[in-house]
């Protein structure tokens, strides 16, 4: 019969809906991506289900598509599927109450949180699903009938998301889903009737949900000359899920569209990295090297560029527990599949899956980087040139993958003054009896040149990487070795080119200081105010004298970076 049946929300479910309803998404446009979701979901699952159901032989799914129907007159908003869609007992369990465990603890932490920020993170960690509909909808009716079942099972529900809800039996109801929201009456913070307008709503699926891969129309608007549907006209979504195809079946074309797409670019991606993760925690990744570097690419506030998906939908932008900091110029796109739509960015930061997603794509980048070292050594200097700067913050930021990192550098060297070397080929140069790596720092190479520092490693006839970026202070200050050679500043502490220990100085060692054993106090004294101490030096071989740091000092650029940056 068609009686109304009225229903009680279970308890839990109540709660949950009054967070929602009191508004405790800042962002409410997010609704429409969690019902275009299910009906994806739902067209989904009859696919696959016809392939294996005999009862659903009959079911045409010639079409399966999503239509957003909207009427300005009753301020309704449709999302209509023609997927698996529900019976009355799937309605009255699935959307009545929330069958995910550990409902009771979770609504406790959320009553216990402090402010509205905390609750809106646990309640994103739960996912607020369909529910989210009531952020904007005063009333939400969902018409549906299950794909297989005969014409007059269809169900009507219906509530307005306070205590209860209502269900009938309704005659003739297609296969599929239908959930209209009426919209809430404008008030003074928001116009809802901005979700009755079709250039709204296409910002929207563009931002959300551009790639589902079912069709999502465009409803009632726009009709062809003879009444009929402009076919195709009106898809929204583009539904282009390139990473989602396997690699064999996807032009570099495709990739580099794709790309400008996403990341605003004008030139093609230097490097392609399309990869698929199966196991236990499935994702799908396709992320690019830029070819330039961006201009903010030192700004305070620029954006890492990967954005994360969960199957197709969209979630955030700028997802900074995929990418660390120094690979912020790395663009794309990680689809994982077992993640909750309204998973928060703390959350993410500190699952320990996400965390493993992130280790396997660094490996995965800065391997993309060595390949292009060895096997484009053009193409990798202009890299270099653009990246090379960030990189070298991996240095200090990722002590995990130092020794990749350090492969990866490039540097000036008093080897050859037109060509920069890597550690490596530095290390193949490296005299008898030579134990480290040798750097001096400076803001040019001339200056650096010139530096009295460099006297003595010329007499020795050893190479000195010539070192003029900022970050090279700190990094080459605290990466420990190379190949297990220990990288040296020339300019700190005593630079022990064989000299003799202290136990054995020679005797012409201390008669020098006998001579000088008056002038270098007097020395230390006078110029107190700007050097510690004076000390008598084997190092220079033509100059009078020169400065050092100590050990664990400042070198004078790195003290010009930090004043410059007014620290
Ligand atoms: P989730 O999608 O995470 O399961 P939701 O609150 O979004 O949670 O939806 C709850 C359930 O309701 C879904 O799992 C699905 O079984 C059912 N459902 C929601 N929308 C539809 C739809 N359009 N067609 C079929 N089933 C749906
Ligand atoms: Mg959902």
Known sequence: GSSVETLEFQAETRQLLRLVIHSIYSNKDIFLRELISNASDALDKLRL??????GLTEVDTADLHISLETDKDARTLTVRDNGIGMSRDDLVELIGTIAKSGTAGLMEKIRQSKDAATAESLIGQFGVGF????????????????????????TQWESDGEGSYTVQTVDGLPVGTAVTLHLKPADSEDDLADYLSESKIRQIVKQYSDFIRWPIRMAGERTGEDGSAEAGADTLNSMKALWARPRAEVTQDEYNEFYKQISHDWLDPAETIHMRAEGTFEYEALLFLPSQAPFDLFSQDTKRGVQLYVKRVFIMDDCEALMPNYLRFVKGVVDAHDLSLNISREILQHDRQIRGVRRRLVKKVLGAIKNMQANDAERYTKFWAQFGRVLKEGLIEDTDNTEALLELVSAASTHDPEKT???????????????????????????????????????????????????????????????????????????????????????????????????????????????????????????????????????????????????
Not at 49 to 54: H, N
Not at 477 to 491: E, M, Q, T
Not at 559 to 567: D, F, I, S, T, V
């Open 131 to 154: 529910y989210s509909a009531f952020m904007v909808a005063d009333k939400v009716t969902v018409r549906t009938r299950r794909a297989g079942t005969d014409t007059d099972t269809g």
């Open 49 to 54: 289900e016809s392939l294996t159901d005999p």
């Open 421 to 567: 070397t890597t550690l490596r080929e530095y290390v193949g140069r490296m005299k008898d009896g030579q134990e480290a790596i040798y750097y001096l720092t400076g803001e040019t190479r001339a200056t650096v040149e010139n530096s009295p520092h460099m006297e003595a490693l010329a007499a020795k006839g050893y190479e000195v990487l010539i070192l003029t970026d900022p970050v090279d202070e700190v990094w080459a200050d605290r990466v420990p070795a190379f190949d297990g050679h220990p990288l040296r500043s020339i300019a700190k502490g005593q630079v022990d080119l064989d000299e003799p220990a202290e136990g054995d100085r020679s005797a012409e060692q201390a008669r020098r200081d006998e001579e000088y054993a008056a002038l270098l106090p007097w020395l230390t004294t006078t110029l107190s105010e700007h050097v510690k101490e004076v000390r008598l030096s084997s190092r220079l071989t033509t100059s009078a004298a020169c400065i050092v740091g100590d050990t664990h000092d400042m070198t004078p650029t790195l003290e010009k970076m930090y004043r410059a940056m007014g620290q």
